[in-house]
């Protein structure tokens, strides 16, 4: 057996024409390209990728940028393994997107080891920045914190002050429900009761029944994809908007709300960093981007947005230093210049990884209000960079000084 | 009022109703795995895929030819069980010789294309499936509020499955499949035809699937992996009822649906366990299911 | 009717003796010069579902029982010898120890449920109990959900070996894996192994001529499970990871994928199935979409067209016995 290339072929070689000697960097985006996330991330991840390369080395053809893409199927030790890989044989110097968390820990953790640089753009786990930090991952697009405080606390100070929580029974649900019931409470609301659900049920008539009974304000949805979807289904059939309750999605995606359409969907509040619709250029974005991945009914999510914003300011910090072997050195280069992008606006990469911007707290459209498609969202609130993500002092990372 | 266990008696009615409902589409899709083992003596893994098939049929007519759920309700189980037919006539039918178990691997490798192809089309986010109007709302009946489609889930599933008991136990065309699944050299003297039984016979256990799913597309998340978890426990379900009778795969897939709905009430971390448990006591106490014979 | 293994592929008496020793004298010199050549992470992966497939032969291949449900034995193995390494800190070996008497209890449990029903009931039962084991798995605090059990220290074996190089890692799999595989072959050609095949042909007959075949086969699948759980604690050393993956219903496919593309019933089929999946599974990552199909594709393709595997069809072809 010959050398497994795990990678995938598709390595396109945007190098620009000139003879001199280049900094040349690869990149490998790292997706899951067939199964629950390919939607949010997977091939549109792609898509964008190539636009920042195509962008970047439009402007600045000094630099020499590979990238090549790969599957890691949802599965923690086949992620590893194609990061071990990537490092080792291909000589990859920036792993990018990685949706799961799981996936988005190993590969951390590898990416430590080997000295490289990790931009998560798809995995949504807070502890990425806090108690397993390290000085070679960055963490773009969101996180777990920002969405249970988003949500949390501007619904809460637009009146929805009783909370009731459906919550998926396993790690994810638990922190994401914890994580929310503080900020809820901090902006003194209440939390008045909570169901555990498994993971992928199909019915939660009954549990939406308990939640009726509570008759709280919001029911929280400390859930995910199709457990997210299902109980949204039944609650429109059980009248529960109807009948004055509001559902917040703790962990909502455009694709999730297109998966209901927004008959059922209509009134659910959730937060994004990213919406396609925002403005002009996120607007011009979107066309190129469909162009890019050959599918013009699709939208881009915030997570691939993420994408080509990381990219964006990887290869910046890439340019200034005329290399990107040392993956330390490109952080500790990238937390000190501050990010501008057209999709994100200005921002910062914090001492703990994290990258700062604006969030945004929409409420999914009725289907009178919707003009033409991908038309989701309406805007309630903007969150603040400085109050979006968790302080810095509060997430535990050990690179943050005392 | 009175209470159980600290349950308002109301709230408790309230769940035993949506139990059963829930029960209703464990009954469909066991009876339908029943009815093709009794007749091919094969364990139909692809019917969480069928199931799912089903639903997306239901979507592809909204979106493509306009036809709604009413119609969808009929044409997706005849589409999809002609799928299943020319599966039967092209696949299945070189393995009736062989260990039953060539079958459970020809179905679940079925099930994987399935699956994968739809995902590859559709993507894995799911599918909208609007409800039709004639059954939004609900009514109100003093103790929960109960949306008119969950009643007529009820309903439809009900005639169904009992339809279908009345043809194979009380009619001559029951009889004679019942007939053939004893010793089909037998009635092929009589001059039946058994291969187009046999085909037939596929092709209506698939289109009960389908039929489950057109029911689930309103109130379920459309999804390509929407069956290969449901099929599952169905297995667990028809390991309990035993596949013998055809009557004790509707009661237990019903049963069982009560008893998953209450868990949900008493003690929500274990409602997806439950019906395992259930099976390994079932094991331990009648090894050939409730209503089995023993082989 | 037709077994799940043809007995026509079972070569004459005479012509058994050198084919097998001369096929394993070929797998070691092989397996001696992997690294040099493929990613030794790579291999050692791929030893590790090969020795899981032989254990999942065991079973299919000379009892004729199918279980779908030996993720469990694999995972929850995985577990606790991640588990036992990382928290309560002991050397791999025992880390390993632990995995592997998990799994053999879970065996013995679930083993004691499902032997109760024959054929398709034994494949649902399994099936259905792996997927409730699964469940558990899920909402266990010590697994860690979705993020499974990550940085497993690797140690020092015997407290002297350092593990942490992966050429020295390497040796040690594939001892494990060389032990696993022989001690297999060793069961199917003892007279434990002559009762299990007369089981597998024909179980009224073995019960009259006096055997207990519920023991037997209760036995069988117990060792089967523990095999399982050697391959599955390895597992967790060596990628230092221990996750959902390895517990889920499409895990147990996946083996039996492997077992039935490899050829069942035979020796080194499992291991040639093994391989061939993963290498797939990396080849194909750029195909991601398509894995899922083609996997199923095979599935059809072997049960339709060639049921005694790779391994099986050489075999045939040869006239030999491997």
Same mark, same amino acid.
């Given at each position: 057996?010959?050398?497994?290339?795990?990678?995938?072929?598709?390595?396109?070689?945007?190098?620009?024409?000139?003879?001199?000697?280049?900094?040349?960097?690869?990149?490998?985006?790292?997706?899951?390209?067939?199964?629950?996330?390919?939607?949010?991330?997977?091939?549109?991840?792609?898509?964008?990728?190539?636009?920042?390369?195509?962008?970047?080395?439009?402007?600045?053809?000094?630099?020499?940028?590979?990238?090549?893409?790969?599957?890691?199927?949802?599965?923690?030790?086949?992620?590893?393994?194609?990061?071990?890989?990537?490092?080792?044989?291909?000589?990859?110097?920036?792993?990018?997107?990685?949706?799961?968390?799981?996936?988005?820990?190993?590969?951390?953790?590898?990416?430590?080891?080997?000295?490289?640089?990790?931009?998560?753009?798809?995995?949504?786990?807070?502890?990425?920045?806090?108690?397993?930090?390290?000085?070679?991952?960055?963490?773009?697009?969101?996180?777990?914190?920002?969405?249970?405080?988003?949500?949390?606390?501007?619904?809460?100070?637009?009146?929805?002050?009783?909370?009731?929580?459906?919550?998926?029974?396993?790690?994810?649900?638990?922190?994401?429900?914890?994580?929310?019931?503080?900020?809820?409470?901090?902006?003194?609301?209440?939390?008045?009761?909570?169901?555990?659900?498994?993971?992928?049920?199909?019915?939660?008539?009954?549990?939406?029944?308990?939640?009726?009974?509570?008759?709280?304000?919001?029911?929280?949805?400390?859930?995910?994809?199709?457990?997210?979807?299902?109980?949204?289904?039944?609650?429109?059939?059980?009248?529960?908007?109807?009948?004055?309750?509001?559902?917040?999605?703790?962990?909502?995606?455009?694709?999730?709300?297109?998966?209901?359409?927004?008959?059922?969907?209509?009134?659910?509040?959730?937060?994004?960093?990213?919406?396609?619709?925002?403005?002009?250029?996120?607007?011009?974005?979107?066309?190129?981007?469909?162009?890019?991945?050959?599918?013009?009914?699709?939208?881009?999510?915030?997570?691939?947005?993420?994408?080509?914003?990381?990219?964006?300011?990887?290869?910046?910090?890439?340019?200034?230093?005329?290399?990107?072997?040392?993956?330390?050195?490109?952080?500790?280069?990238?937390?000190?210049?501050?990010?501008?992008?057209?999709?994100?606006?200005?921002?910062?990469?914090?001492?703990?990884?994290?990258?700062?911007?604006?969030?945004?707290?929409?409420?999914?459209?009725?289907?009178?209000?919707?003009?033409?498609?991908?038309?989701?969202?309406?805007?309630?609130?903007?969150?603040?960079?400085?109050?979006?993500?968790?302080?810095?002092?509060?997430?535990?990372?050990?690179?943050?000084?005392? | 009022? &009175?209470?159980?266990?600290?349950?308002?008696?109301?709230?408790?009615?309230?769940?035993?109703?949506?139990?059963?409902?829930?029960?209703?589409?464990?009954?469909?899709?066991?009876?339908?795995? $029943?009815?093709?083992?009794?007749?091919?003596?094969?364990?139909? &893994?692809?019917?969480?895929?069928?199931?799912?098939?089903? $639903?997306?049929?239901?979507?592809?007519?909204?979106?493509?030819?306009?036809?709604?759920?009413?119609?969808?309700?009929?044409? $997706?189980?005849?589409?999809?069980?002609?799928?299943?037919?020319?599966?039967?006539?092209?696949?299945?039918?070189?393995?009736?010789?062989?260990?039953?178990?060539?079958?459970?691997?020809?179905?679940?490798?079925?099930?994987?294309?399935?699956?994968?192809?739809?995902?590859?089309?559709?993507?894995?986010?799911?599918?909208?499936?609007?409800?039709?109007?004639?059954?939004?709302?609900?009514?109100?009946?003093?103790?929960?509020?109960?949306?008119?489609?969950?009643?007529?889930?009820?309903?439809?599933?009900?005639?169904?499955?009992?339809?279908?008991?009345?043809?194979?136990?009380?009619?001559?065309?029951?009889?004679?499949?019942?007939?053939?699944?004893?010793?089909?050299?037998?009635?092929?003297?009589?001059?039946?035809?058994?291969?187009?039984?046999?085909?037939?016979?596929?092709?209506?256990?698939?289109?009960?699937?389908?039929?489950?799913?057109?029911?689930?597309?309103?109130?379920?998340?459309?999804?390509?992996?929407?069956?290969?978890?449901?099929?599952?426990?169905?297995? =667990?379900?028809?390991?309990? #009822?035993?596949?013998?009778?055809?009557?004790?795969?509707?009661?237990?897939?019903?049963?069982?649906?009560?008893?998953?709905?209450?868990?949900?009430?008493?003690?929500?971390? =274990?409602?997806?366990?439950?019906?395992?448990?259930?099976? $390994?006591?079932?094991?331990?106490?009648?090894?050939? #299911?409730?209503?089995?014979?023993?082989? | 009717?037709?077994?799940?293994?043809?007995?026509?592929?079972?070569?004459?008496?005479?012509?058994?003796?050198?084919?097998?020793?001369?096929?394993?004298?070929?797998?070691?010199?092989?397996?001696?010069?992997?690294?040099?050549?493929?990613?030794?992470?790579?291999?050692?992966?791929?030893?590790?579902?090969?020795?899981?497939?032989?254990?999942?032969?065991?079973?299919?291949?000379?009892?004729?029982?199918?279980?779908?449900?030996?993720?469990?034995?694999?995972?929850?193995?995985?577990?606790?010898?991640?588990?036992?390494?990382?928290?309560?800190?002991?050397?791999?070996?025992?880390?390993?120890?632990?995995?592997?008497?998990?799994?053999?209890?879970?065996?013995?449990?679930?083993?004691?449920?499902?032997?109760?029903?024959?054929?398709?009931?034994?494949?649902?039962?399994?099936?259905?109990?792996?997927?409730?084991?699964?469940?558990?798995?899920?909402?266990?605090?010590?697994?860690?959900?979705?993020?499974?059990?990550?940085?497993?220290?690797?140690?020092?074996?015997?407290?002297?070996? %350092?593990?942490?190089? %992966?050429?020295?890692?390497?040796?040690?799999?594939?001892?494990?894996?060389?032990?696993?595989?022989?001690?297999?072959?060793?069961?199917?050609?003892?007279?434990?192994?002559?009762?299990?095949?007369?089981?597998?042909?024909?179980?009224?007959?073995?019960?009259?001529?006096?055997?207990?075949?519920?023991?037997?086969?209760?036995?069988?699948?117990?060792?089967?499970?523990?095999?399982?759980?050697?391959?599955?604690?390895?597992?967790?050393?060596?990628?230092?990871?221990?996750?959902?993956? %390895?517990?889920?219903?499409?895990?147990?496919?996946?083996?039996?994928?492997?077992?039935?593309?490899?050829?069942?019933?035979?020796?080194?089929?499992?291991?040639?199935?093994?391989?061939?999946?993963?290498?797939?599974?990396?080849?194909?990552?750029?195909?991601?979409?398509?894995?899922?199909?083609?996997?199923?594709?095979?599935?059809?393709?072997?049960?339709?067209?060639?049921?005694?595997?790779?391994?099986?069809?050489?075999?045939?072809?040869?006239?030999?016995?491997?």
């Amino acid at each position: 057996m010959k050398r497994l290339l795990a990678t995938a072929v598709l390595a396109v070689v945007l190098a620009a024409g000139t003879a001199q000697a280049q900094t040349s960097v690869k990149i490998g985006v790292l997706s899951d390209m067939s199964s629950l996330y390919s939607d949010i991330a997977g091939p549109g991840s792609v898509a964008a990728a190539k636009m920042a390369i195509a962008d970047f080395t439009a402007k600045n053809p000094g630099i020499k940028v590979e990238l090549i893409s790969g599957d890691h199927q949802n599965k923690a030790d086949i992620g590893s393994q194609l990061a071990n890989q990537w490092y080792d044989v291909d000589k990859v110097d920036l792993i990018i997107d990685t949706p799961n968390s799981g996936v988005a820990l190993a590969v951390s953790q590898i990416t430590s080891t080997k000295n490289k640089l990790f931009i998560v753009s798809g995995a949504a786990a807070s502890d990425l920045t806090g108690p397993k930090c390290n000085a070679n991952t960055i963490h773009w697009t969101y996180d777990t914190w920002m969405l249970a405080n988003g949500t949390g606390k501007a619904l809460v100070k637009t009146g929805g002050d009783t909370w009731f929580f459906l919550t998926a029974d396993y790690a994810f649900g638990h922190a994401l429900e914890r994580d929310t019931a503080a900020a809820v409470e901090k902006n003194g609301g209440k939390v008045l009761g909570k169901v555990r659900h498994p993971l992928n049920t199909n019915d939660f008539s009954s549990f939406l029944l308990q939640a009726q009974t509570s008759k709280a304000k919001v029911i929280g949805l400390a859930n995910a994809g199709g457990d997210t979807i299902n109980a949204i289904k039944a609650g429109a059939e059980f009248g529960i908007v109807k009948g004055g309750q509001k559902f917040a999605g703790l962990l909502v995606f455009a694709s999730d709300v297109n998966a209901l359409g927004l008959q059922t969907a209509q009134g659910l509040t959730l937060t994004e960093t990213w919406y396609w619709d925002a403005n002009e250029t996120n607007r011009a974005w979107t066309k190129r981007w469909q162009a890019e991945r050959g599918a013009a009914g699709k939208f881009p999510t915030m997570v691939q947005a993420g994408v080509y914003s990381g990219i964006t300011h990887y290869l910046k910090a890439v340019t200034a230093l005329k290399s990107g072997a040392d993956g330390k050195a490109v952080v500790a280069k990238m937390k000190d210049t501050p990010t501008d992008d057209p999709l994100f606006g200005k921002g910062t990469v914090r001492a703990d990884g994290r990258k700062i911007h604006d969030a945004y707290l929409f409420e999914v459209k009725a289907p009178s209000e919707s003009k033409y498609p991908g038309d989701f969202y309406k805007l309630r609130a903007t969150i603040p960079a400085a109050e979006a993500f968790r302080p810095l002092k509060e997430g535990g990372c050990s690179l943050v000084g005392s | 009022m &009175f209470e159980i266990f600290g349950i308002p008696s109301q709230a408790l009615f309230g769940q035993l109703l949506i139990g059963l409902i829930n029960g209703s589409f464990y009954a469909l899709l066991s009876l339908g795995l $029943a009815v093709i083992f009794g007749m091919l003596n094969i364990i139909n &893994f692809t019917h969480g895929a069928q199931y799912m098939m089903g $639903a997306f049929t239901a979507y592809l007519l909204l979106q493509h030819t306009g036809l709604g759920y009413w119609p969808a309700l009929i044409v $997706a189980p005849i589409l999809v069980g002609i799928t299943g037919m020319i599966v039967e006539r092209t696949m299945l039918k070189w393995l009736y010789k062989l260990d039953h178990l060539y079958g459970l691997l020809l179905t679940f490798g079925l099930a994987l294309i399935i699956e994968g192809v739809v995902r590859n089309y559709y993507g894995s986010a799911g599918l909208p499936y609007t409800m039709p109007e004639s059954l939004q709302g609900g009514r109100n009946l003093g103790f929960m509020f109960l949306p008119n489609y969950r009643a007529w889930v009820i309903v439809a599933s009900l005639t169904i499955c009992l339809g279908t008991w009345f043809v194979i136990e009380r009619t001559r065309l029951g009889a004679n499949l019942r007939a053939a699944t004893e010793n089909p050299t037998l009635v092929r003297a009589f001059g039946i035809n058994v291969p187009r039984m046999i085909t037939l016979t596929y092709g209506f256990g698939i289109a009960l699937a389908a039929f489950a799913g057109v029911m689930a597309a309103p109130i379920y998340n459309v999804s390509p992996q929407m069956g290969a978890e449901l099929i599952i426990v169905v297995f =667990a379900v028809v390991v309990i #009822g035993g596949m013998g009778s055809i009557l004790g795969a509707i009661v237990t897939g019903f049963g069982l649906g009560v008893i998953e709905g209450l868990t949900k009430v008493f003690f929500p971390e =274990a409602s997806n366990t439950v019906i395992f448990v259930i099976m $390994a006591i079932v094991l331990l106490v009648r090894p050939a #299911g409730l209503f089995g014979r023993r082989a | 009717m037709e077994r799940v293994v043809d007995p026509q592929a079972k070569p004459a008496g005479s012509m058994r003796g050198w084919s097998e020793p001369l096929a394993f004298g070929v797998m070691v010199v092989t397996l001696a010069a992997a690294p040099f050549f493929a990613y030794p992470l790579f291999v050692m992966q791929a030893l590790c579902f090969a020795l899981f497939a032989c254990a999942f032969n065991l079973l299919i291949g000379y009892v004729g029982l199918l279980s779908f449900g030996h993720a469990l034995y694999f995972g929850w193995a995985s577990y606790l010898s991640a588990h036992a390494a990382k928290v309560w800190g002991l050397p791999p070996e025992l880390a390993i120890i632990t995995g592997t008497a998990t799994a053999a209890a879970l065996g013995l449990i679930a083993g004691s449920l499902a032997i109760r029903r024959q054929g398709i009931y034994f494949a649902m039962i399994t099936l259905a109990l792996a997927q409730m084991m699964y469940f558990f798995a899920l909402q266990a605090k010590f697994t860690g959900g979705e993020d499974g059990i990550q940085a497993v220290p690797r140690g020092k074996l015997f407290g002297f070996i %350092d593990l942490a190089n %992966d050429m020295t890692m390497y040796a040690v799999v594939v001892i494990i894996f060389l032990a696993g595989f022989l001690f297999i072959h060793r069961i199917i050609h003892s007279p434990f192994g002559e009762v299990l095949k007369a089981i597998r042909e024909n179980e009224p007959r073995a019960i009259s001529l006096g055997y207990k075949t519920e023991r037997y086969k209760l036995v069988a699948f117990v060792l089967s499970a523990t095999l399982a759980g050697v391959a599955g604690s390895t597992k967790a050393i060596v990628l230092q990871i221990a996750s959902l993956t %390895d517990v889920n219903w499409p895990m147990s496919g996946e083996v039996v994928l492997m077992t039935l593309l490899g050829g069942l019933g035979t020796i080194f089929g499992p291991v040639v199935g093994a391989f061939v999946i993963l290498a797939m599974q990396y080849k194909l990552a750029p195909l991601g979409e398509w894995v899922l199909v083609i996997q199923g594709v095979i599935f059809v393709a072997c049960v339709l067209l060639f049921r005694r595997g790779i391994v099986g069809e050489i075999a045939h072809l040869l006239r030999i016995k491997l």
